[in-house]
């Protein structure tokens, strides 16, 4: 079915066109001028996240303030093992999903870290891609209360999770 769509939305958007007696091609070439104007304005936001992210973890910054922030993780009920995860989850979506499968690897899927991994993944965002994205592509340049919203949105959401699967399966 999937293979189909593509050829079917341009099939769609050319008969659209000649219904209303416009240029398709020109319409087409138009559209995907703008699509690389706005690639080549999101490319630098995206460059400096991801070497971020692996400068972060290749330095072993992420995981000494793992070990630093345990205590505060074990005070909301959130597994000291997910820390790397919490911490890299709104900075990286594939950095968290290489975590979250290291953690169940170790851990096993059906454990109580496995699980609430697999939760906290589908449970949180990946707050500073999303909003340097969409931002970037709207132009915004203040995020005034969105990242402090958004972080503590994260927050409760991996607080949420922890308790959720410890409720369930324990």
């Given at each position: 079915m999937?293979d189909?769509?593509i050829?079917?939305l341009?099939?769609?958007?050319?008969a659209?066109?000649?219904?209303?007696?416009?240029?398709a091609?020109?319409?087409?070439?138009?559209?995907?001028?703008?699509?690389?104007k706005?690639l080549?304005?999101?490319t630098?936001?995206?460059?400096i996240?991801?070497t971020?992210?692996?400068m972060?973890?290749?330095?072993?910054?992420?995981?000494a303030?793992?070990h630093?922030?345990?205590?505060a993780?074990?005070?909301f009920?959130?597994?000291?093992?997910?820390?790397?995860?919490?911490?890299?989850?709104p900075?990286?979506?594939?950095?968290a999903?290489?975590?979250?499968?290291?953690?169940?690897?170790q851990?096993?899927?059906?454990?109580?870290?496995?699980?609430t991994?697999?939760?906290?993944?589908?449970s949180t965002?990946t707050?500073?891609?999303?909003?340097g994205?969409?931002?970037?592509?709207?132009?915004?340049?203040?995020?005034?209360?969105?990242?402090?919203?958004?972080?503590?949105?994260d927050?409760?959401?991996?607080?949420?999770?922890?308790?959720a699967?410890?409720?369930?399966?324990?």
């Amino acid at each position: 079915m999937t293979d189909y769509v593509i050829p079917a939305l341009l099939i769609l958007s050319c008969a659209l066109a000649l219904h209303k007696k416009e240029d398709a091609y020109s319409l087409m070439l138009t559209g995907a001028a703008d699509g690389l104007k706005l690639l080549l304005s999101l490319t630098p936001t995206l460059v400096i996240l991801l070497t971020a992210v692996t400068m972060l973890r290749a330095s072993g910054g992420i995981a000494a303030l793992s070990h630093f922030l345990s205590p505060a993780f074990r005070f909301f009920g959130i597994p000291p093992e997910t820390a790397m995860l919490v911490l890299i989850r709104p900075l990286s979506g594939s950095a968290a999903l290489a975590v979250g499968a290291e953690l169940m690897a170790q851990h096993g899927v059906d454990s109580l870290i496995g699980r609430t991994v697999a939760v906290m993944l589908g449970s949180t965002e990946t707050t500073f891609y999303t909003i340097g994205v969409y931002f970037g592509a709207a132009g915004i340049q203040k995020t005034r209360y969105t990242i402090p919203a958004a972080l503590i949105a994260d927050l409760v959401g991996f607080i949420m999770a922890s308790a959720a699967v410890r409720l369930l399966f324990s």
